[in-house]
Structures are given as structure tokens and as C-alpha cells.
């Protein structure tokens, strides 16, 4: 009975991982329409003593952009990712593997993106909109003079969403391109994660925040950390040690 549940879960998996590649195109543009209403919205309904200036809408846009050109950018670099040469050193010794060839790892029944996979492909993913709706409920658009701490806390939050929604973006086309480097991209996006998370509270901890608004950060900025160490918890070990990661971005079974 195991055998064909398995057999049937593999097949679904398989199926929504062809859906997910062949779907980008429509997933960049629902992407760009939602974001750039969104945006739009906020823009609205943020008090601003002024119409809005280019330094007003730059943040949206590079919101909004960003994870779309990293997501064309990484699609380039990785046209052939499967094809990439395997790293010399191997960081990953957990478990006892052999090497493989690339030819013998793509004939292996396990061989792919799908499978278990396909859910860490799906969460990179949505890390996305996650973020800038995040940013939409915690970042009012700005104009004109604010206080230093609001200028510092508009800057960081944006800098946050920008360079990890990109980031989130590079490393899920790397899993879905099969890249070898894609465990190590991955952890390191979670250490810059991670590291942003202290370096925006380090940044707007020195511009007096007033109380409300530092206790509103401190449960944002606590709860993102919280999400990308459970991510840790919950992944790292299937990196380690999934046959199917192994045999796909190591090119090794086991011994």
C-alpha cells in the first residue's frame, strides 16, 4: 500500500512542479499588477503633507522590480544549472554517500526538483509577498522632512524587503534549476536573513523610536527571526540528508 501512495504522491508533486515552471511568466505578471496596486494604495492612504516625490516612489519600485529582475537575472545564470560543475570542497559530511556521476545522478529514480522539494520551492517563493506585505502594513510611504528615526527605520525596512525578496527569488530558481550550489546559497540567505533582522534593530535603536513604535518593530523583527530559524530547524536537516537533495545537487547516493 506504501508503494503506490508513494508512487501517487510523487506523481502530484511532479505534476505542481511542472505547474510552477511552466506558470513563471504568469506569476511575474500577477506579481507585477498586485504589487504595483498595492503600492498604489499605500501611497494613497499615507499622510503626506505633499504629492508624492520620486523619493516617495522610488522604494515602492524597487519593491516591486526587484524581485522580477532577480527572477529574469537568475532564470539567465541558470539555464543550465544542472549542468554547473559540483564544488571541490564538501561541506555537507553528514551520512555516509558515494559519488556519482551527473549522468548516473540523472538516471536515479529520485533525480529532481519534486517530491518534499517542491513545498521548500513554494515557501522560498512566498517569501515574497509575505515581505512586502509586511512592509505595506508597517511602512507608511514618506514625504517631505520626518524624524531621523523614521527615515532610518523607512530605510532599513526597505533595504530588508529589497535585498531578501531578491535573494529568496536567486535561490529558489537555483533549486529549480538543480544548481549543485544551491544547500550553500540557501543557508547563506538565511544567515543574511538573520543578520539584517539584528542589523535593523541596531540601526533604529540609536534614533530614540518612540515606545509604541519600538514595541510594534520589536514583535515584527522577533517574529521574522522566529520564522527564518524554524525555517532553519525544519530544512537544514532535509538538506543534509535527503536522498533526493543529495543524488540532485550533490550527485551522490548512498553507500
Known amino acids: 500500500m506504501l ?32 504589487a504595483m496596486l498595492a503600492s498604489a494604495l499605500r501611497i494613497a492612504l499615507s499622510p503626506m503633507p505633499a504629492p508624492p516625490a520620486m523619493d516617495t516612489l522610488l522604494p515602492y519600485l524597487l519593491l516591486v522590480t526587484a524581485p522580477l529582475i532577480s527572477m529574469g537575472l537568475a532564470l539567465h545564470w541558470f539555464r543550465n544549472g544542472h549542468r554547473l560543475p559540483q564544488p571541490e570542497i564538501r561541506l555537507a559530511k553528514v551520512g555516509r554517500w558515494r559519488n556519482v556521476s551527473r549522468a548516473e545522478a540523472e538516471r536515479h529514480p529520485l533525480y529532481g526538483s519534486s517530491g518534499i522539494m ?16 509586511e512592509y505595506f502594513a508597517a511602512i507608511p510611504a514618506l514625504s517631505g522632512t520626518v524624524p531621523p528615526w523614521l527615515s532610518t527605520l523607512h530605510l532599513m525596512m526597505t533595504l530588508d524587503v529589497v535585498l531578501l525578496s531578491s535573494l529568496y527569488t536567486i535561490a ?3 533549486a529549480l534549476r538543480r544548481v549543485p550550489l544551491f544547500p550553500r546559497l540557501l543557508v547563506a540567505v ?14 533604529v535603536a540609536q534614533q530614540g523610536l518612540p515606545g509604541t513604535v519600538a514595541d510594534a518593530l520589536h514583535a515584527l ?5 522566529k520564522k527564518v530559524l524554524i525555517s532553519i530547524g525544519l530544512w537544514l536537516p532535509y538538506l543534509l540528508l535527503s536522498k533526493r537533495v543529495n543524488v540532485t545537487y550533490r550527485h551522490r547516493v548512498e553507500a
Request: hydrophobic fraction near 60%; glycine fraction near 8%.
Open 118 to 133: 517542491v513545498s521548500l520551492l513554494i515557501g522560498m517563493l512566498l517569501n515574497v509577498p509575505v515581505r512586502a506585505l
Open 190 to 203: 538565511w544567515a543574511i536573513d538573520l543578520a539584517m533582522q539584528m542589523g535593523i534593530a541596531s540601526a
Open 221 to 225: 523583527l522577533d517574529g521574522n527571526a
Open 3 to 34: 508503494g503506490p501512495m508513494t508512487q501517487r504522491l510523487q506523481a502530484r508533486s511532479a505534476a505542481l512542479l511542472l505547474s510552477i515552471e511552466t506558470s513563471l511568466p504568469r506569476l511575474m505578471t500577477g506579481w507585477f499588477v498586485m
Open 172 to 174: 529558489f530558481v537555483a
